[in-house]
Structure formats: C-alpha cells, structure tokens
C-alpha cells in the first residue's frame, strides 16, 4: 500500500519506505502465467516438435529455460476463449486416435495433439530444479461443456479409487494422480464474443450447481468463480449467488493507451477495480453470514496485460511488438499487485509465449521483450511482504484510458508509481516507475541503506522496442551508498535493493477453516 501527497510541480519529490509498516503477505502466485491453445503460444512456442531446439518431447528448450528464469509459480491452461468449444477426451489417449476439431473462439482448428497429459508432463519438465512443482490451475468448459464432462476432467485428473476415469488415466500411462488444486468454473462467460454466453442470473445457478457437485467428488478443490472486470454489476450479482462455493473470484482487465501517458497510467484502473472487488466479496460474506474464521476468498486476476486487440487481433495470433512504454505499464500493473497483495491470491499475465506476450519464439531461439524485464525483475526481488510508503511528487492529470479513471484518480497520478517489499531476511526491495517522458525526478529518500543494489529499465525513448538482433531495452545493474538524493531518469523503472540487518519473524493468526460444502449441499 502507498499513500500520496500531491506537490508543485518544481518542487522536490519525496518517498519515505516505512519499515515498520509490514503490511500483507505476497502471494507468489501473482507471478503466475497462462497458456492457451491460440495462435503460436501452445503449437510453435512450448511444443514445436519440428524445430532442432526442441527436446525429444517435442518442447521448446529455450522456452523452457527463459520461463524457468521467471520462477513461475502457477499456469493456467487451455483457455481462455478456447475453453468453450473444448472437449478435454478430445485430447487424451493415442495421438493418432484424437480428432482435429474447429475452433471457434480465434477461428483456427485444434489438432489435440497437445493435451491434459501433455501439459501436465511439460510442467513437470518446467518444474525439474525446482523445490516446489509448477502448479497447474485448470479452466472447465461451461459454454458447450457439461457437469458430467467437468467432473470426469476432475476424476481423470485427480481420482485415486478403482473408477473409470481414474483408470483411464492409469491406462494412458499416468498411475498417480495429478492432484490439480485450481479449477476456474468458466471462462467470461458475460462476454458476447462467448459460445453459450450467460446472464449473470443464469451462471450464477450454473456454477452454484457444479460447485457443489465439484466439492462433493474432490473437496480440496479451489474453484475459481468467473467475474468480469471487479467492477461491475455481474460481479456483485455472482459473489452475492455464489460466495459459499467461491474460494477465489477472477477478474479480466487489459490496458491500452493511444499516447504513452494515457497508455503507462491505464493499470491504475486495476487497482480500483481491485479495491471495489474486495469491498463486494465483503457485501457477499456479510450478507451470506459467512462465518469469520472461513478463509477470505481472494481475487484471482487470471488475464491481464497491455493489450490493444485492433493493433494485434485475437484471430489473427494477438503478437504483440511493446515498446518501453508498455514495459513501465507492466511495471505499473505489478506494482499495483504489490501494493494490494491483501485482496489478490494470484495474477496470470496474458499470455507466457508469442500472443500478447513478453516471450516469442523464432525458429532460431527466443526474444525477450520489453515487458520481460520488469517482469523478471518483480518475479526475483518483490517477494515476501508488501511495505507501508509515502510518495510526494507532481502528477499528471491528464486524459486517461479508460476515462474513468481520471475522475477516480482524486489528486491525479503521481509521476512517481511505487511500491514496496520486505522479504524474510530483512531485505528491503524498492520499485520506482517514472511515468514522466521528458523529466529526470531527484528524489528525497527516507531509511535507505548504505549499499544499495540499483536494477535500472529504460530505453532512448517510450518507443523503443526489442526484437531479434536488436534489443534496445534491458536491465542495467549498478550500486549507490544510499547518500543524498536520488535522481531517477525519465521513463524508466528503478528498482533499489538494501538490508535492514533484522530477519522478519512472521506472526501468523490462527488457521483458516473451510465451509464444510457436504453439508452445505445436504441443508440446500
């Protein structure tokens, strides 16, 4: 969290880094990512079994390396827009015995040779090093999809007793369980672009009625409830419905400006939506007399990014080129999450490989764009616990994208977009984005360290980019003994590393309980 006092512009910024404010957990899981079956991101980025970089499994090797530098927590597969058409047995079994389907969310056809099996083997690969497995987190099909066809996907993938799915899967080669925690109940199912679009009344009694047949066969799960923007009625109407059942809420936002002002403050538009997200899930509980010690559902912020779909269309591939300023929109999006790690259990930026993402694959290797640096950067150092700061500084309160913010926006946005982390060693972690296109900001920093790690993200201007042979935006490391101001260049991201010398003991409240759904489903 980060509170903000508007100056003259002139005048000299300040941000003080309050230590003792050690306010919520981060969840790693907001450094997670998302695979769907469109355009190159699954055939021609993981899996391209034709290309010499490719392993004997058919998975890019290089792509494998670049996202094991991310360390990324979680993945969410197959859709997206894909999920409505899909038919999970489609993609299971002898690869010669799968059918090409059309598909009808980015117009393409699926071949299914990349399947459940499949992606749950990649993750393994991905996960080799790690001390933790990258998680998967599953999206069923609620548009051309049935309960029975949910609950087999369920079985086949988690099931432990002598029953035909979880024998099928034995029979496909995978004895033990996958043991898949995640399972989101739909994908945007209020969107018009939809197959089997809903009214919010009508999802609402949908995923009321799989949830529970869903926490009857496998109550571990965590189901994720399909919401639209976090600020929206549709919002409001399925937590009220479904709040028993629902233990994260997903949100969609993707930010675009036409100038680079508009374009790096449009993430700040998250953020509300984040803070009214949280205040309907706490209408929900209040009204459905959820008890206290019931864990809070979270927000589940499972596709964002910057995005302009009429520069780079969903049916075309959705290939993004971004410029630096995309990269410190980016930063402004994760620093958002830092700041409200109270409210958000996960994040999926959209997408890990080729669309719309930081990631793309050529036939002869990888490039990292713009918006991979300060991905990187949050996903290495942001971790641990979000911090108290004070930033005063000059702002622009120009147009914004979408316009409402700028009415949300009371002082306007602060030139300076911060945030702050603490990790268990006491190591202080701060991220300063200068939105600013032509001003250098010397900065007054308050409780700073003495040897301080300087991670610097810039380029000659906002629309620098990085494409093969020709990266013009990178991560320039330094050190500064922490005296005197700072001077932060104009467009650019800083991130600044010090000790405090103390290790944080963390006090933990008692533990969570979860609704005891069998007998919700027995008293209903």
């Given at each position: 969290?980060?509170?903000?006092?508007?100056?003259?512009?002139?005048?000299?910024p300040?941000?003080?880094?309050?230590?003792?404010?050690r306010?919520?957990?981060i969840?790693?899981?907001?450094?997670?990512g998302?695979?769907?079956?469109?355009g190159?991101?699954?055939?021609?980025?993981i899996?391209?079994?034709?290309?010499p970089?490719?392993?004997?499994?058919?998975?890019?090797?290089?792509?494998?390396?670049?996202?094991r530098?991310?360390d990324?927590?979680?993945?969410?597969?197959?859709?997206?827009?894909?999920?409505?058409?899909?038919?999970?047995q489609d993609?299971?079994?002898?690869r010669?015995?799968?059918?090409?389907r059309?598909?009808?969310?980015?117009?393409?056809?699926?071949?299914?040779?990349?399947?459940?099996?499949e992606?749950m083997?990649?993750l393994g690969?991905?996960?080799?090093?790690?001390?933790?497995?990258?998680?998967?987190?599953?999206?069923?099909?609620?548009?051309?999809?049935?309960l029975?066809?949910?609950?087999a996907?369920?079985?086949?993938c988690?099931?432990?007793?002598?029953t035909?799915?979880a024998?099928?899967r034995?029979?496909?080669?995978?004895?033990?369980?996958?043991?898949?925690?995640?399972?989101?109940?739909?994908?945007?199912?209020?969107?018009?672009?939809?197959?089997?679009?809903?009214?919010?009344?009508?999802?609402?009694?949908?995923a009321?009625?799989?949830?529970?047949?869903?926490?009857?066969?496998?109550?571990?799960?965590c189901?994720?409830?399909?919401?639209e923007?976090?600020?929206?009625?549709?919002?409001?109407?399925?937590?009220?419905?479904?709040i028993?059942?629902?233990?994260?809420?997903?949100?969609?936002?993707y930010?675009?400006?036409?100038?680079?002002?508009?374009?790096?403050?449009?993430?700040?538009s998250?953020?509300?939506?984040?803070?009214?997200?949280?205040?309907?899930?706490?209408?929900?509980?209040?009204e459905?007399?959820?008890?206290?010690?019931?864990?809070?559902?979270?927000?589940?912020?499972?596709e964002?990014n910057?995005?302009?779909?009429?520069?780079?269309?969903?049916?075309?591939?959705?290939?993004?080129?971004?410029?630096?300023?995309?990269?410190?929109?980016?930063?402004?999006?994760?620093?958002?999450?830092?700041?409200?790690?109270?409210?958000?259990?996960?994040?999926?930026?959209?997408?890990?490989?080729?669309?719309?993402?930081?990631?793309?694959?050529?036939?002869?290797?990888?490039?990292?764009?713009?918006?991979?640096?300060?991905?990187?950067?949050?996903?290495?150092?942001?971790?641990?616990?979000?911090?108290?700061?004070?930033v005063?500084?000059?702002?622009?309160?120009?147009?914004?994208?979408p316009?409402?913010?700028?009415?949300?926006?009371?002082?306007?946005?602060?030139?300076?977009?911060?945030s702050?982390?603490?990790?268990?060693?006491?190591v202080?972690?701060?991220?300063?984005?200068?939105?600013?296109?032509?001003?250098?900001?010397?900065?007054d920093?308050?409780?700073?360290?003495?040897?301080?790690?300087?991670?610097?993200?810039?380029?000659?201007?906002?629309?620098?980019?990085?494409?093969?042979g020709?990266?013009?935006?990178?991560?320039k490391e330094?050190?500064?003994?922490?005296?005197?101001?700072?001077?932060?260049?104009?467009?650019?991201?800083?991130?600044?590393?010090?000790?405090?010398?103390?290790?944080?003991?963390?006090?933990?409240?008692?533990?969570?309980?979860?609704?005891?759904t069998?007998?919700?489903?027995?008293?209903?």
């Amino acid at each position: 969290m980060a509170t903000f006092t508007r100056i003259p512009e002139g005048e000299n910024p300040s941000i003080i880094v309050d230590v003792s404010r050690r306010l919520s957990k981060i969840d790693p899981n907001i450094y997670g990512g998302f695979m769907e079956h469109m355009g190159r991101c699954i055939y021609g980025g993981i899996y391209d079994p034709e290309n010499p970089l490719s392993d004997t499994h058919g998975y890019r090797t290089d792509v494998l390396s670049a996202l094991r530098d991310l360390d990324i927590p979680v993945i969410r597969y197959p859709g997206g827009n894909f999920i409505a058409t899909y038919h999970w047995q489609d993609g299971v079994g002898p690869r010669e015995n799968r059918p090409s389907r059309p598909e009808l969310a980015w117009l393409g056809t699926e071949t299914n040779q990349f399947g459940t099996d499949e992606f749950m083997h990649w993750l393994g690969v991905l996960s080799e090093g790690k001390e933790n497995r990258v998680e998967p987190y599953f999206c069923l099909n609620m548009g051309t999809g049935s309960l029975d066809e949910a609950l087999a996907w369920v079985e086949y993938c988690n099931g432990t007793r002598n029953t035909y799915y979880a024998n099928l899967r034995r029979k496909n080669g995978h004895e033990e369980p996958y043991n898949i925690k995640y399972w989101a109940l739909g994908n945007e199912v209020w969107g018009p672009w939809q197959v089997e679009q809903m009214t919010a009344e009508d999802y609402s009694k949908k995923a009321f009625q799989w949830a529970k047949a869903l926490k009857l066969l496998d109550p571990s799960l965590c189901l994720i409830l399909c919401g639209e923007t976090g600020h929206s009625s549709w919002d409001h109407k399925v937590l009220n419905s479904c709040i028993q059942y629902a233990d994260m809420h997903s949100i969609h936002i993707y930010t675009s400006g036409k100038s680079h002002l508009s374009n790096v403050t449009a993430p700040l538009s998250a953020e509300r939506a984040i803070e009214t997200a949280a205040a309907l899930i706490d209408i929900a509980r209040i009204e459905k007399n959820i008890p206290p010690g019931v864990g809070k559902t979270k927000i589940c912020f499972d596709e964002w990014n910057m995005w302009d779909p009429t520069r780079a269309p969903g049916e075309k591939g959705a290939e993004e080129l971004y410029t630096l300023s995309d990269a410190l929109g980016v930063a402004v999006w994760l620093n958002v999450f830092v700041r409200q790690s109270r409210w958000v259990g996960m994040a999926n930026i959209a997408q890990s490989v080729n669309v719309i993402s930081p990631l793309m694959t050529t036939k002869d290797g990888v490039v990292k764009q713009a918006t991979w640096w300060p991905l990187l950067l949050f996903s290495r150092y942001m971790r641990g616990w979000t911090v108290g700061v004070h930033v005063s500084a000059g702002v622009y309160d120009g147009v914004t994208e979408p316009a409402w913010l700028q009415g949300v926006l009371e002082q306007g946005a602060s030139w300076l977009d911060v945030s702050a982390s603490v990790n268990e060693h006491g190591v202080i972690s701060l991220v300063v984005v200068n939105i600013n296109e032509t001003t250098d900001f010397e900065v007054d920093l308050a409780s700073v360290g003495k040897e301080v790690e300087v991670y610097t993200i810039t380029g000659k201007d906002v629309k620098a980019v990085n494409v093969e042979g020709d990266e013009q935006v990178g991560v320039k490391e330094s050190k500064w003994d922490g005296q005197g101001k700072y001077k932060f260049a104009k467009h650019s991201m800083t991130l600044l590393r010090w000790s405090t010398g103390k290790k944080i003991t963390e006090v933990v409240q008692g533990d969570e309980v979860r609704l005891n759904t069998r007998k919700l489903a027995w008293s209903a």
